[in-house]
């Protein structure tokens, strides 16, 4: 019982009506009822999360504050999220089931604990770049996040980091050219899946152009000696790269480390898992995520 009294006291950040649902939603699964409240169940596993990391939440305006500790990378992780969006379970993915952890493991594993350079391609609203930030205290990292909104809360969440994080309102794309945000909804439309294509017209869409990073630009703002470590969640760019042998390799020539979310919608997962062998990767699982170590770094065997 205490343990649901302390979840009904943190749901008050969402507001009086999220507070009572909150109360209902109790209610209805003591009584064994079936939940068809797919937001609800959503809320109540961030809740549960929070509190068994030590977690903390306050209102702030049209957006909640979280933080809580973070096991693998250590420290605590701190943000701000939209309430009713996909933002509490990336937050669940990464501050609590730390899905990124895997990254640091395999990297430490192979002599690769300090990253000096790191690109997160698809930062949504910067949670993936706080944990890697946490875990690579001197790396100098690259932030790009296409969609407006998410971009917003991106930079606001990642203002204390200024002096060591860049982040531009872009797409990670392998060639510079015209894109804009796809209207087409991908897996749901929700906030975590922006997607970009090439625009179709000469007319610009509604949103305006998407501006375009490519990886040799990457590279160039982190010093043009390579990327350390790219994570790539693009929501099926990433075929984009892997489905073209060229394009492939100016990515990955680049590149020592890649955590890597493949989209099958898009790319079937085993042809990137090859071309991550063929070009020198060693290949590791995680959760939603393939990690790649370069067998021989650029700057000699590890």
Same mark, same amino acid.
């Given at each position: 019982?205490?343990?649901?009294?302390?979840?009904?006291?943190?749901?008050?950040?969402?507001?009086?009506?999220?507070?009572?649902?909150?109360?209902?939603?109790?209610?209805?699964?003591?009584?064994?009822?079936?939940?068809?409240?797919?937001?609800?169940?959503?809320?109540?596993?961030?809740?549960?999360?929070?509190?068994?990391?030590?977690?903390?939440?306050?209102?702030?305006?049209?957006?909640?504050?979280?933080?809580?500790?973070?096991?693998?990378?250590?420290?605590?992780?701190?943000?701000?999220?939209?309430?009713?969006?996909?933002?509490?379970?990336?937050?669940?993915?990464?501050?609590?089931?730390?899905?990124?952890?895997?990254?640091?493991?395999?990297?430490?594993?192979?002599?690769?604990?300090?990253?000096?350079?790191?690109?997160?391609?698809?930062?949504?609203?910067?949670?993936?770049?706080?944990?890697?930030?946490?875990?690579?205290?001197?790396?100098?990292?690259? $932030? !790009?996040?296409?969609? %407006? /909104?998410?971009?917003? +809360?991106? =930079? &606001?969440?990642? *203002?204390?980091?200024?002096? @060591? #994080?860049?982040?531009?309102?872009?797409?990670?794309?392998?060639?510079?050219?015209?894109?804009?945000?796809?209207?087409?909804?991908?897996?749901?439309?929700?906030?975590?899946?922006?997607?970009?294509?090439?625009?179709?017209?000469?007319?610009?869409?509604?949103?305006?152009?998407?501006?375009?990073?490519?990886?040799?630009?990457?590279?160039?703002?982190?010093?043009?000696?390579?990327?350390?470590?790219?994570?790539?969640?693009?929501?099926?760019?990433?075929?984009?790269?892997?489905?073209?042998?060229?394009?492939?390799? $100016? !990515?990955?020539?680049? %590149? /020592?480390?890649?955590? +890597?979310? =493949? &989209?099958?919608? *898009?790319?079937?997962?085993? @042809? #990137?898992?090859?071309?991550?062998?063929?070009?020198?990767?060693?290949?590791?699982?995680?959760?939603?995520?393939?990690?790649?170590?370069?067998?021989?770094?650029?700057?000699?065997?590890?």
């Amino acid at each position: 019982m205490g343990r649901a009294i302390d979840k009904l006291r943190l749901s008050r950040v969402f507001g009086l009506s999220a507070w009572a649902s909150a109360v209902a939603f109790g209610v209805i699964r003591l009584l064994g009822r079936a939940l068809p409240w797919d937001r609800w169940l959503e809320v109540n596993e961030f809740l549960d999360t929070v509190l068994d990391h030590g977690g903390k939440l306050e209102r702030r305006g049209t957006r909640v504050v979280v933080e809580q500790e973070l096991r693998q990378a250590g420290g605590r992780l701190r943000a701000e999220l939209r309430p009713e969006t996909s933002d509490l379970p990336t937050w669940v993915q990464i501050a609590s089931l730390e899905e990124y952890g895997v990254v640091v493991d395999v990297l430490g594993s192979h002599g690769r604990a300090s990253v000096r350079t790191l690109v997160d391609a698809g930062a949504n609203i910067g949670l993936a770049t706080l944990f890697f930030a946490q875990a690579f205290p001197d790396s100098r990292i690259l $932030a !790009l996040e296409p969609d %407006v /909104d998410n971009h917003r +809360l991106l =930079v &606001h969440n990642l *203002r204390g980091l200024s002096d @060591r #994080v860049e982040c531009l309102q872009a797409a990670f794309w392998p060639e510079d050219e015209l894109l804009q945000m796809d209207p087409a909804p991908f897996r749901g439309g929700r906030e975590w899946a922006r997607t970009v294509r090439r625009q179709t017209s000469t007319a610009p869409s509604a949103r305006g152009p998407v501006a375009v990073v490519t990886p040799a630009g990457a590279d160039a703002r982190l010093g043009g000696d390579g990327i350390d470590l790219l994570k790539m969640d693009i929501e099926g760019a990433e075929a984009e790269f892997f489905a073209d042998a060229e394009r492939r390799h $100016a !990515l990955l020539s680049r %590149v /020592d480390a890649i955590a +890597l979310e =493949v &989209h099958p919608e *898009r790319i079937e997962p085993v @042809r #990137v898992v090859e071309a991550l062998d063929e070009a020198g990767f060693l290949v590791f699982p995680g959760r939603e995520i393939l990690v790649g170590v370069r067998r021989s770094s650029r700057a000699g065997t590890w």
